[in-house]
Nanobody, 122 residues
Framework: QVRLVESGGGLVQAGESLRLSCAASGSIFSINTMAWYRQAPGKQRELVAAITSGGSTNYADSVKGRFTISRDNGRNTVYLQMNSLKPEDTAVYYC????????????????WGQGTQVTGSS
């Protein structure tokens, strides 16, 4: 069984920074893309940033230039460095990973973390 555990959320003032971490554990053969999503109250979940195993990245327009996604493949961990936070960044942030578990017949599947709250106050 594979699980993702996020950490690093909290309450910050506008303009400040936070760093989220998400570690995958369990019977993992490989991890392809890892990503961060967020969901604000009353809104749909949206992609914030994604990174492939080779290091290619993709960002939502709303966070380009402020957020940076990175990963440590040896630790099966993905990070999200969030700078210049704004009140509109307030949301629950979820980690997601495309994981292929151990096992000859296992298939890759998306695994989600439990979410971590980020609040940017004005």
């Amino acid at each position: 069984q594979v699980r993702l555990v996020e950490s690093g959320g909290g309450l910050v003032q506008a303009g400040e920074s936070l760093r989220l971490s998400c570690a995958a554990s369990g019977s993992i053969f490989s991890i392809n893309t890892m990503a961060w999503y967020r969901q604000a109250p009353g809104k749909q979940r949206e992609l914030v940033a994604a990174i492939t195993s080779g290091g290619s990245t993709n960002y939502a327009d709303s966070v380009k230039g402020r957020f940076t996604i990175s990963r440590d493949n040896g630790r099966n961990t993905v990070y999200l460095q969030m700078n210049s936070l704004k009140p509109e960044d307030t949301a629950v942030y979820y980690c997601c990973a495309d994981v292929k578990p151990l096992g000859a017949w296992s298939l890759a599947t998306d695994i989600w973390g439990q979410g971590t709250q980020v609040t940017g106050s004005s």
